[in-house]
């Protein structure tokens, strides 16, 4: 069988780093191609034979002044796939070429921009629209100035596949087929930490409103100064800039320490040295950093978002905040450090739940949906070695 994952790009980025493992899981059994649409790049070893870019490049001046005219028309709301069609194009051409039998869709802006389209001129190939944003985010914020183009193209996706309970329920308000899939840890590690150090890991991107470091600065003046957050980040433009005057402005007295991007062995260290993870996010889906962070034997300190919530079990798993309290983030975080016995409790809660996140559990759950997604569509598959 050919599968076509579509996506904005597959450099760094969670959603871009778990749709490149899980195809290459799905390698092993069917064939499986990649498209970018907008950034070239191949920062995650997909085969190169594999890895398709579109490559030309777009008249951002124009284009943005287009969908300026158009806000004013339609009372502030545009229609995105208006300014992809060399795009649309593309990818149906690949779809023809390689004898695409199955899509998916990463991402909310994947959706909207090509289910529509593809289920027009493909209507047998099951299209499934992976979304792995909150709901809260992408309906409130991600798709503010596009909202009819997003639900069009979760309307029009066979499948939608969602990270939590709470998208499930949003989603199934437009899709009668709607299915939670986790993402997976994304490594195996053996090793966990011994929660003896005076250090608070945090990894994220040095997006300041969205991952709340406006909020992390404010916990870290409120933590004794003895212990320090290490802050791993991925960071562009101008944000560690943005992020240095904030640490100048608020006066942390250097306990935060950025020590930027981390992977690999580098990031798994970054875990293990420390005895505490935290994240002052507002929003997040289901945050790959958390099981990262559990999978190496951390205690969770977070904002109670919807991806918290999801991976923390509600509160038994790791402890939840009321969303950018920093006082009571800063309590329960020195309620840890005060009280080695009960790190060490939430250490095991933290390992009991990166279980239910390992990814042979989690390819299954893709091969099944692949298999009975496509037999709905008409597309008999051959057994899995699973199987």
């Not at 969908?67 to 649309?88: C, M, Q």
């Amino acid at each position: 069988m050919n599968i076509c994952i579509v996506g904005p790009s597959f450099g760094y980025g969670g959603a871009n780093m778990v749709a490149s493992r899980i195809g290459k899981e799905l390698s092993r059994y069917h064939n499986v191609y990649y498209y970018s649409f907008r950034f070239e790049g191949n920062y995650l070893d997909i085969p190169e034979e594999s890895l398709f870019f579109y490559k030309k490049k777009r008249n951002g001046v124009i284009e943005k002044a287009k969908k300026a005219w158009e806000l004013l028309r339609n009372s502030g709301e545009f229609t995105p796939d208006k300014y992809v069609k060399a795009e649309i194009s593309y990818l149906s051409n690949l779809i023809s070429e390689k004898k695409i039998d199955f899509v998916i869709l990463n991402s909310f802006n994947s959706a909207t921009l090509f289910a529509k389209a593809l289920k027009e001129r493909f209507p047998d190939i099951p299209v499934v629209s992976w979304m792995h944003e909150s709901v809260e985010h992408s309906f409130n914020i991600l798709t503010k100035r596009y909202p009819k183009a997003f639900i069009d193209g979760i309307r029009c996706s066979d499948t939608i596949v969602c990270l939590t309970k709470q998208d499930y329920e949003k989603f199934t308000q437009y899709n009668d087929n709607v299915e939670i899939i986790y993402n997976p840890v994304s490594f195996e590690n053996e090793e966990v930490s011994d929660l003896t150090t005076d250090t608070i890991s945090f990894v994220t991107r040095l997006d300041i409103k969205t991952k709340g470091l406006d909020v992390l600065v404010k916990v870290a003046n409120r933590l004794p100064k003895k212990w320090s957050i290490e802050l791993a980040a991925n960071s562009r433009d101008n944000q560690l800039q943005l992020f240095q005057k904030l640490l100048d402005k608020e006066n942390t007295e250097n306990n935060i320490h950025f020590v930027g991007p981390k992977k690999g062995q580098e990031l798994i260290n970054h875990y293990l040295n420390s005895s505490i993870f935290i994240s002052t996010s507002r929003f997040e889906a289901l945050p790959l950093v958390f099981l990262e962070a559990m999978s190496c034997g951390l205690p969770i300190v977070s904002f109670d978002h919807s991806g918290a919530k999801e991976i923390l079990g509600n509160g038994k798993y790791g402890i939840l905040v009321p969303r950018m309290d920093d006082e009571k983030m800063a309590l329960e975080i020195e309620r840890l450090i005060k009280n080695t016995s009960l790190r060490q409790e939430y250490q095991q809660l933290s390992l009991e739940r990166a279980e239910d996140f390992r990814l042979d559990k989690i390819l299954n759950q893709w091969l099944t949906l692949i298999e009975n997604r496509g037999e709905k569509n008409g597309i008999h598959l051959r057994k899995t070695e699973q199987d």
